[in-house]
């Protein structure tokens, strides 16, 4: 009786570099129960391979899937993934030397709630985990049993000679020859079915990535934009703040020399009730008074000139930092167009690239195919670029084309209006000639004589 080949379950681990470590289901189980820790994973989120492994070295089913790490190294006790029940039911995969495997990843998952568990593997020519998974199996470093594959010997008793008529089955051979092309292009239908599967898991990877950084840059752009605002918004707000406390200042200033007023009108009063006693001590203690009250005042004012002065300093700084700001912002919007004018000229440089031509006509000119280094110049002024690929001046252009679309006299009357009078259509621009070209026999005439005269 012929024995079944059996499989066998390996798990390996990647890291940037590629596979890191590779062991057997039964010590992943250990791992799992927490007989074994792997400090070198300590406090990391690895990325995970099962593979069913057939006699031949050969993978034959792959789930990826992601495992949590504690801080000591042991792996998180609240993994659950039935890892054997997603290899049997998800779909095929790309083939990797024994037929289409069977693949369970993020976009192919055969159960909704384990996809946020597990993660695509990258296709590219530089970097493929699949050939990376196929190369490390080869060696053989887990030690498996390699079966060869030997042709089964039929025993010489069970040989049986067929009758003489049936020798020669031109039918039986034509039959036979035919299922062999239906099985050749069923084959060849499968790989490119699995080819175009390939295909598709890679351009979904690429989009994923796509859409990553694309998020990523506008979370950036938008942390940015919220903190200057915020700046912004802040500066403001102290600028606010010193303005009301410098008005407060001079409302304290003007009340202390209402204040200051008050008093000396006091002791105005009580001087001029002096004099009645004596004069001469009253002048004395009205010049001691005028004295002191001067001082006070002068002290006061000079104190809080002094305040005013350096809050008026301060308002100044922010005011400079203000301006300061708004010009950064100013720069950054100016940067951001040209960013999208430089993403418009990476667009036509693609194109170019691709093989595609620039081409416009032009009256005189006919179809003109303009390299990539001149679109610039072309759309800043078109009908100058056609004149000068004719050779003439930008005017005498633009009169020749006015005259090529209605070659008629454009001479004024005495009324007014344009003579409009019939002429020969100049088919060149360099054979045009302004004043000659566009004007009739009798308007030519009187243009010599005037020019003459």
Same mark, same amino acid.
């Given at each position: 009786?012929?024995?079944?080949?059996?499989?066998?379950?390996?798990? @390996?681990?990647?890291?940037?570099?590629?596979?890191?470590?590779?062991?057997?289901?039964?010590?992943?189980?250990?791992?799992?129960?927490?007989?074994?820790?792997?400090?070198?994973?300590?406090?990391?989120?690895?990325?995970?391979?099962?593979? &069913?492994?057939?006699?031949?070295?050969?993978?034959?089913?792959? !789930?990826?899937?992601? /495992?949590?790490?504690?801080?000591?190294?042991?792996?998180?006790?609240?993994?659950?993934?039935?890892?054997?029940?997603?290899?049997?039911?998800?779909?095929?995969?790309?083939?990797? =030397?024994?037929?289409?495997?069977?693949?369970?990843?993020?976009?192919?998952?055969?159960?909704?709630?384990?996809?946020?568990?597990?993660?695509?593997?990258?296709?590219?020519?530089?970097?493929?985990?699949?050939?990376?998974?196929?190369?490390?199996?080869?060696?053989?470093?887990?030690?498996?049993?390699?079966?060869?594959?030997?042709?089964?010997?039929?025993?010489?008793?069970?040989?049986?000679?067929?009758?003489?008529? $049936?020798?020669? $089955?031109?039918?039986?051979?034509?039959?036979?020859? #035919?299922?062999?092309?239906?099985?050749?292009?069923?084959?060849?239908? /499968?790989?490119?079915?699995?080819?175009?599967?390939?295909?598709?898991?890679?351009?979904?990877? @690429?989009?994923?990535?796509?859409?990553?950084?694309?998020?990523? /840059?506008?979370?950036?752009? +938008?942390?940015?934009?919220?903190? @200057?605002?915020?700046?912004?918004?802040? @500066?403001?707000?102290?600028?606010?703040?010193?303005?009301?406390?410098?008005?407060?200042?001079?409302?304290? &200033?003007?009340?202390?020399?209402?204040?200051?007023?008050?008093?000396?009108?006091?002791?105005?009063?009580?001087?001029? +009730?002096?004099?009645?006693?004596?004069?001469?001590?009253?002048?004395?203690?009205?010049?001691?008074?005028?004295?002191?009250?001067?001082?006070?005042?002068?002290?006061? !004012?000079?104190?809080? %000139?002094?305040?005013?002065?350096?809050?008026?300093?301060?308002? +100044?700084?922010?005011?400079? /930092?203000?301006?300061?700001?708004?010009?950064?912002?100013?720069?950054?919007?100016?940067?951001?167009?040209? &960013?999208?004018?430089?993403?418009?000229?990476?667009?036509? %440089?693609?194109?170019?690239?691709?093989?595609?031509?620039?081409? $416009?006509?032009?009256?005189? $000119?006919?179809?003109? #195919?303009?390299?990539?280094?001149?679109?610039?110049?072309?759309?800043?002024?078109?009908?100058?670029?056609?004149? +000068?690929?004719?050779?003439?001046?930008?005017?005498?252009?633009?009169?020749? !084309?006015?005259?090529?679309?209605?070659?008629?006299?454009?001479?004024?009357?005495?009324? =007014?209006?344009?003579?409009?009078?019939?002429?020969? %259509? !100049?088919?060149?621009?360099?054979?045009?000639?302004?004043?000659?070209?566009?004007?009739?026999?009798?308007?030519?005439?009187?243009?010599?004589?005037?020019?003459?005269?």
């Amino acid at each position: 009786m012929q024995i079944k080949p059996q499989t066998v379950e390996a798990v @390996l681990f990647f890291n940037d570099g590629g596979v890191c470590k590779e062991m057997l289901y039964p010590e992943f189980e250990a791992m799992l129960d927490g007989v074994v820790s792997m400090p070198e994973f300590a406090d990391q989120q690895m990325r995970v391979a099962y593979v &069913l492994i057939n006699t031949r070295l050969q993978i034959r089913a792959a !789930v990826f899937f992601y /495992l949590d790490f504690n801080e000591d190294g042991s792996a998180d006790s609240g993994w659950n993934i039935p890892l054997r029940n997603l290899a049997e039911r998800t779909g095929r995969g790309p083939d990797l =030397g024994a037929g289409p495997i069977r693949l369970a990843c993020r976009s192919q998952c055969p159960v909704s709630w384990y996809q946020m568990h597990l993660w695509d593997p990258e296709l590219t020519q530089s970097r493929n985990h699949l050939v990376m998974l196929r190369d490390r199996i080869r060696r053989n470093q887990l030690g498996l049993l390699v079966e060869e594959e030997i042709p089964q010997v039929v025993p010489a008793e069970r040989l049986q000679m067929v009758a003489e008529d $049936a020798w020669y $089955a031109a039918d039986s051979a034509k039959q036979a020859a #035919t299922e062999r092309a239906e099985k050749r292009e069923q084959e060849q239908r /499968l790989k490119a079915a699995q080819l175009i599967k390939q295909q598709r898991l890679r351009i979904a990877n @690429l989009e994923q990535q796509r859409e990553a950084d694309i998020t990523r /840059l506008r979370d950036l752009a +938008a942390q940015q934009q919220a903190r @200057l605002l915020e700046e912004a918004a802040q @500066l403001r707000q102290e600028l606010l703040d010193k303005e009301q406390l410098v008005e407060q200042l001079r409302s304290q &200033l003007a009340e202390q020399a209402e204040g200051f007023q008050k008093n000396r009108e006091e002791m105005s009063q009580q001087l001029r +009730a002096l004099e009645h006693n004596s004069r001469a001590e009253a002048q004395a203690s009205q010049a001691q008074f005028n004295e002191e009250l001067r001082r006070q005042i002068a002290a006061a !004012v000079a104190e809080y %000139k002094e305040q005013v002065s350096i809050r008026d300093v301060e308002l +100044a700084y922010r005011n400079e /930092l203000d301006s300061q700001l708004q010009q950064e912002i100013e720069q950054l919007q100016k940067q951001r167009d040209a &960013l999208i004018e430089q993403s418009g000229e990476q667009v036509l %440089k693609r194109l170019s690239g691709l093989g595609v031509t620039f081409m $416009a006509y032009h009256p005189g $000119a006919g179809h003109l #195919t303009i390299p990539l280094h001149d679109m610039a110049r072309y759309q800043q002024n078109p009908l100058a670029y056609a004149a +000068a690929k004719c050779a003439v001046s930008e005017e005498q252009y633009g009169q020749w !084309v006015q005259h090529y679309q209605q070659p008629t006299c454009v001479a004024t009357l005495s009324s =007014g209006e344009r003579c409009n009078m019939p002429l020969d %259509k !100049v088919e060149a621009p360099s054979r045009f000639f302004i004043g000659e070209s566009n004007c009739c026999a009798r308007h030519r005439a009187q243009d010599r004589l005037r020019t003459g005269s």
